[in-house]
């Protein structure tokens, strides 16, 4: 039997007048590597906001792990096992990179030694283990990403939603995300990938669901996703080539 | 090992330096306003420096420790202890409002909130009739256990045993959940709420925390000094000078605010007693008749304040991560 581990039906988000998200449902199986795209606007990071309690959604539900989390604070969200990086990565800057990922350790312990522990363990994953001491800030991009990562999988979450995490990286630095994220589902994560870059996509999801202008356009495997017409229509007319 | 040996020195000559100047009056109040300055500051360091929570009003939690106690003793002559832990309650209490209203908000909202929150007690306290209005409080005999209450010494010691505990809960918080948490909250809130940081309840824990060590430090400073009025203990001036000397030592460092103190109390007290002014015209560098001469002597033991606003100007400008940054390898 299939387990779906998050389901979201009929989310809609509205700013006042404007409609970021409408009426979107798709359910995402465990362990599954699911594909979030679409052109700028299109309303993909809102929805993650939506799902990880940043924003309360105008109408609809997100039920994860039997759980409606829809009305809860994204602190409340991350403890229930979901955890986010950001598209604009946010580092906690003045803090080392090992103090950053222990923050999230710490979700799921109390103990200083065990989330330092913790900690090198997520920084050995996404291969950051010789920058521990450096100031986070000072991270170029490509590392900040990674940290990124590093400080949500130390929360030990049963789901990962990634905003763009090969967004601003070169072709060897995206290769690298990718094979730790491949990694990271091996492990038994189940994994929400946010994209632009097509080809990212295609190489690494199960299912795809496409938004255009808030609303979902298709679902599918990357090859259907690939071939379908309205998508090459919203990507090639949109004007935003991936 | 090192950090050890420094802290016993340190510590070694806190003790025993009442021991070498003697009973002498004048410095041992010099040494008692600055230990105080050094713990309010620390305190204050714990929401401003490691959760970034500015309060522009802790001595609303210094008055209302002071008052309680001054109150409580005058009226029920309560043992001065039990006066004090009621003070930390008082300021529990107006720490949990405050906190539970205005950190739903983000932003500078905080710190406007705690300007208006002072403000509202000190004029509560001018205004009502048991906390003596305008004239404030005078408390005639104190007693506890055999202490000559009488001399500066115990409360030296006061002082200095509420700025040790003050600064053993900064180390241990630092290397603590709680204080990773505090800090990732003033890095940068939305990455801290994501990974699973109830921002407000780690807030109001740090407001929680400063408000009772600084309530502590406002009784024992009632109880020292035996009349207080609101311009005393409850002054915007007095949460100012808890601020600067944080920023000028260092802020969200443990040993910064201690720095601060060292620096500004020393300074203060040079400037209100006019040292600098009686100096320039003893040593004939300024005549005394001429119009630099009557400045100084008039106008330069007033300004003391003056003289911070400009330290911490040229602090921002020349040392923005405080004294203590100075000697910070950069990572």
Redesign the interface.
């Known amino acids: 039997m299939i387990q779906h581990l998050l389901h979201v039906s009929h989310v809609s988000k509205h700013f006042g007048g404007n409609v970021a998200v409408s009426d979107v449902s798709f359910s995402v199986e465990e362990k599954q590597i699911f594909g979030l795209i679409g052109p700028n606007g299109a309303g993909k990071t809102t929805l993650f906001n939506c799902i ?1 309690g ?1 924003y309360p959604a105008t109408s609809g539900e997100v039920i994860f792990d039997t759980k409606k989390i829809n009305t809860l ?4 969200v ?2 229930l096992g979901m ?2 990086t ?1 598209q604009r990565v ?7 990179v090992l ?1 950053n990922v ?3 350790a ?2 799921v312990t ?1 103990s ?1 030694k065990e ?1 330092e522990a913790i900690a090198q363990e997520q920084l050995k994953v996404v291969r950051l283990s010789d920058y521990t ?3 986070a800030g ?1 991270l170029p991009i490509g590392l900040k990403k990674k940290l990124e990562l590093a ?2 999988l130390a ?1 030990r979450p049963k789901m990962l939603l990634l905003d763009e995490i090969c967004g601003g990286l070169n072709h060897t630095e995206t290769d690298t995300i990718l094979d730790i994220i491949r990694g990271i589902r091996k492990k038994g994560a189940t994994i929400i990938f946010i994209e632009h870059d097509m080809k990212a996509v295609t190489s690494i999801c199960d299912q795809i669901v496409v938004l255009n202008s808030g609303e979902k356009l298709a679902e599918g495997t990357p090859g259907e996703i690939t071939t379908n017409p309205d998508v090459i229509a919203a990507y090639l007319g949109g004007g935003h080539h991936a | 090992m090192k950090q050890i040996a420094f802290i016993a020195v340190l510590a070694a000559i806190a003790i025993a330096l009442p021991l070498v100047i003697g009973e002498s009056p004048y410095f041992i109040g010099i040494l008692i306003s600055l230990l105080m300055m050094a713990a309010l500051s620390s305190a204050w360091n714990i929401l401003g420096g490691y959760a970034g929570q500015y309060s522009f009003g802790h001595a609303a939690y210094f008055g209302a420790g002071a008052y309680t106690t001054l109150i409580l003793l005058t009226l029920y002559n309560l043992n001065p202890l039990l006066c004090m832990a009621m003070g930390i309650v008082v300021a529990s209490i107006i720490a949990l409002i405050t906190g539970s209203i205005v950190f739903r908000l983000r932003g500078h909202y905080f710190g406007l909130a705690s300007i208006a929150v002072a403000e509202v007690v000190r004029l509560s306290v001018l205004n009502f009739e048991f906390t003596g209005g305008a004239q404030g409080i005078l408390l005639s005999d104190v007693v506890l256990w055999d202490l000559d209450l009488n001399s500066k010494i115990p409360f030296y010691y006061g002082m200095l045993l509420v700025l040790a505990v003050t600064l053993a809960i900064t180390a241990y918080l630092r290397k603590s959940k709680t204080g990773y948490y505090l800090q990732a909250i003033r890095e940068d809130q939305d990455a801290a709420s994501s990974l699973g940081i109830n921002i407000s309840f780690y807030k109001n824990k740090a407001l929680l925390i400063s408000a009772a060590l600084t309530s502590v430090l406002g009784s024992l400073y009632g109880l020292y000094i035996r009349f207080i009025d609101t311009s005393a203990v409850l002054d915007l001036r007095l949460s100012i000078e808890i601020i600067l000397t944080a920023i000028i030592g260092g802020v969200g460092t443990l040993w910064g605010p201690v720095v601060g103190a060292l620096l500004l109390v020393p300074l203060a007290e040079v400037l209100r007693s006019n040292v600098l002014g009686d100096i320039l015209i003893k040593a004939g560098l300024v005549s005394e008749t001429s119009g630099v001469g009557m400045f100084l002597k008039d106008n330069l033991a007033h300004a003391h304040v003056l003289v911070y606003g400009i330290i911490t100007v040229l602090c921002i400008l020349y040392l923005p991560k405080g004294v203590l940054g100075l000697f910070r390898r950069k990572k």
């Open positions: 990880t940043f604070r994204p602190d409340q991350c403890k955890a986010r950001w946010k580092p906690l800057g003045s803090l080392t103090e222990m923050v999230g710490f979700s109390n200083t989330a001491t450096k100031s000072s400080r949500v929360t």
